[in-house]
């Protein structure tokens, strides 16, 4: 009796947290975080058709990440691309300047009207901004940004509104640093914290794997169910220390190595160097050297004229990985990740890393495999290897919380089946080159970014936030114990 009893109040008193945590859920600008989902320009629910591959243009990228954004009153809504790269957000590209399938996904994206919006503001300002293919020249408005799917307004928000563009087929959400650092006034990560949309200035990003076609960011929040293990924290290089002079998000990595199926890892000679990690690049790009001598072992020995390096298909089913170790934490990126295929007939596949003497960049193809968080409070990168085992953003009411964070997945089987720590040996198992690829992918930003399309139509969703710090969990034995001094006190 007293056992159904204590049964009883327990299930009454879970009943009692779930319901409380869904309301508070739905409430989202007073949990802290903004959750929104990010949609791969390859996600067939998103699109009706394939973008077709552009092969006048030798460095465009077929592969995007997205979020959606509603500008103005009455909310315009329009999808941009997520990108660390650079530090601007910007609407609105001219769909005449583009054809075909670009053209056509170009008008899809959206398009934000000031006429139409009673809260749009122009502050009668140009700039033109330019990325490693394309540009926009842009006429500076303020309005009202809505989230989709939250109840959450940012209000009198500083962007762009393309007056003309050069190869842009959508518009950029930069969101790296903001006023005093990289403009001269508050961007879109700043106008978040500015306005209590969250209680950091720090955002966690999640692209998702190839399979999954879509990720998540959270601004001013964690997401435990999409990372494994704790988050390793890598400060940020000056501008002035970095290899651009540019305020990236520039850090140290301590080497790249391979571990092909056998488990017998090579660490590449000389891999080591600062890197900055840009989810507005489809490719990684890396020394020449060093590109090639990964290339090699791939089984490919010569890039085509456009810098890409065709492997074998058949390697994506292969459980390697390329292994990118910075301090305290290393990032396996399964050959799948890396691999870029493109549907042509038969099939064609190529290395996801192009050379490059500027500088190296982790594009989209490492960022797959990486579970990320941009510290803008404490100029710090937090990483852990990216896994996927659900759903559960929750706010940060401090930063420093974030040493305490630990991702709820287990490794992915093909990370677990790779270890970094055999005696080397080189070369893959089974890697032999194939044939040259049919489409052409882009390169990373010169100054502020890169740009690429696909084609979306608006149907995100928004699963709200958490309003605690993740780690916290309810055991059987909690439960009762608050059941019983529940039951105590009535």
Known sequence: MALSFLLSASVLLLAFFCHHATALQQVIHDDGCIHLPIVHSTNVDYFSTKRGIQLQLANRSDVAYYAQLSIGTPPQPVFVQLDTGSFELWVNP????????????????????????????????TRTLRYG???????????????????????????????????????ILGIGYGKGIATRYLNFVDQLREQNAT???????????KDSREGVIVFGGVDTSKFAGKLAKLPILPAAESPDGVPRFWVDMQSISLTPPNGVNTVYEGS??????????????????????IARDFGAHAPDANGFYMIDC????????????????????????????????PPSCFLGIMASERFALLGDTFLRSAYTVFDLETDSIWI???????????????????????????????????????????????????????????????????????????????????PRVPGLTWSFGMVMMAALHLFRDL
């Open 199 to 209: 209680r950091v200035k720090a955002y966690t990003l999640a692209l998702g794997s």
């Open 272 to 293: 080591g160097a600062p890197v900055f990690l840009d989810s507005g690049s489809t490719m990684t790009l890396l020394p020449a050297n060093l590109t090639r001598a």
């Open 314 to 345: 058949a390697l994506t089913a292969l459980k390697g990985t390329l292994d990118f170790a910075f301090n305290g934490v290393t990032v396996k990126v399964p050959y799948k990740e890396l691999t870029r295929e493109v549907a042509s007939t």
């Open 133 to 171: 293919i394309g540009s926009a020249n842009i006429s500076y408005f303020t309005d009202t940004i809505s989230l989709a799917g939250s109840p959450m307004a940012l209000r009198q928000v500083q962007f762009g509104v393309a007056t003309a563009t050069e190869d842009a087929f959508s518009g």
């Open 384 to 466: 852990s290897q990216a896994a996927n085992c659900g759903s559960s953003p929750a706010a940060l009411n401090n930063i420093q919380d974030l040493s305490a964070v630990t991702g709820a997945c287990g490794l992915p089987e093909s990370v677990d089946s790779a270890s970094s720590t055999q005696v080397p040996s080189s070369g893959l198992e089974n890697a032999d080159a194939g044939t040259v690829p049919t489409s052409t992918g882009r390169i990373g930003p010169q100054t502020s970014g890169t740009t690429s399309p696909g084609r979306v139509t608006p149907t995100p969703q928004n699963s709200g936030c958490s």
């Open 94 to 125: 001219d769909c005449t300047a583009v054809s075909g399938a670009d053209a056509v996904f170009c008008e899809r994206a959206g398009q934000y009207d000031t006429t139409r919006s009673s809260t749009a503001t122009s502050l009668g300002t």
